[in-house]
């Protein structure tokens, strides 16, 4: 089997808040307490092949966006390690750590607030390409005219700012600054739900497009079930910072394993089918500063046992090429 060209093996993200004046005091005369601690992301393992769109789903608030940020180098993992292409990353240095940085690169979810609004479009799109020498100076406004033809945008738009531009041009502007530097990945953040729907799916369609031309892999984080359905080979199912469950799209959407799963899949609207009534997931997303102690679906689980409650379940395979972390589920 190939090595995975991207790959995290426990890692973990917590993030404390700086202590105030008063809890800093308190601390030096030795009655303060420890600072809460939020675990964003709490010991994933997970690998993205190469060519393939693994999509990372889940509730707003469960990890999805740390994670994806981990894997960019954009946050350091609290522990465990990230591997890019069999090699971990903290190793990397020079130009091998630029390699690592410039093959893998990020897509935001919101095509405003990631552009610079001071800066025009041709320097938004090859300031990576000039400050890392990537082209010679001479052919760099050649390179930056072919980024914007390759997201659908004529080089007559390279002078303008972003305010000056709609949701969907501003997506691609971003989408253009990412293949600019020639990457091998790219780690998708939601980067179409600050879209209308018809918008929606120009961008979808160029993803796909891309992907092909330019042999591309994609990490795809959406709450869109629909969508990962639609442009994804695997998914992975996240839940208060850990992974649930993993598989083809077809299987796990056919068939899914764990409640959690299931009752993500139940509330997609369908066109077709008989009447049926709505029921959410029950209660709320517990909060990562306080995680509840075993399995962390069970207290919105409407089948947790006493085990449940007491013991955290292992992501362990119930099929080929299927995992998932539940102890209701049997193997054979």
């Known amino acids: ?87 971990p990353v903290t190793g990397l240095a020079g130009r091998e750590r630029l390699d690592y940085l410039l093959a893998v690169q990020m897509i935001f979810q919101d095509p405003f607030a990631s552009l610079d609004p001071r800066m025009r479009v041709h320097r938004l799109v090859g300031e990576a390409l000039a400050v890392h020498k990537l082209v010679p100076p001479g052919e760099l406004d050649a390179a930056i005219d072919g980024a914007l033809a390759d997201v659908g945008l004529d080089r007559a738009y390279r002078d303008r700012f972003p305010h000056q531009f709609s949701g969907g041009q501003r997506s691609r502007i971003g989408i253009a600054r990412a293949l600019a530097v020639k990457p091998r990945v790219l780690v998708c953040d939601e980067p179409v739900a600050a879209l209308d729907v018809s918008i929606q799916a120009q961008v979808v369609n160029l993803f796909m497009d891309l992907r092909e031309r330019h042999a591309l892999t994609y990490l795809f984080v959406s709450h869109n079930l629909g969508l990962v359905r639609l442009i994804c080979d695997r998914v992975a199912i996240m839940y208060l910072g850990r992974l649930v469950e993993t598989g083809p799209v077809a299987a796990l959407f056919e068939a899914p394993a764990h409640p959690y799963s299931r009752a993500l899949l139940e509330a997609i609207p369908r066109i077709h089918g008989r009447k049926r009534v709505f029921e959410p997931v029950k209660g709320e997303l517990p909060s990562p500063l306080a995680p509840p102690p075993g399995c962390p679906f069970h207290p919105r689980c409407p089948h947790a046992l006493a085990r449940c409650r007491e013991e955290r379940p292992v992501l362990r395979e119930i099929a080929p090429g299927r995992e998932a972390a539940c102890h209701l589920i049997t193997t054979p």
């Open 1 to 87: 089997m190939s090595v995975p060209v991207l790959e995290v093996r426990g890692v973990r993200k917590h993030f404390t808040r700086r202590p105030t004046l008063a809890e800093r005091i308190l601390a030096a005369a030795g009655r303060g307490k420890p600072p809460p601690v939020v675990r964003a992301v709490d010991g994933v393992d997970l690998a993205v092949l190469r060519g393939e769109v693994l999509g990372l789903v889940g509730e707003s608030g469960c990890g999805k966006s740390t994670l994806a940020r981990l894997v960019t180098g954009i946050h350091p993992p609290t522990a465990g390690e990230v591997l890019f292409e069999g090699r």
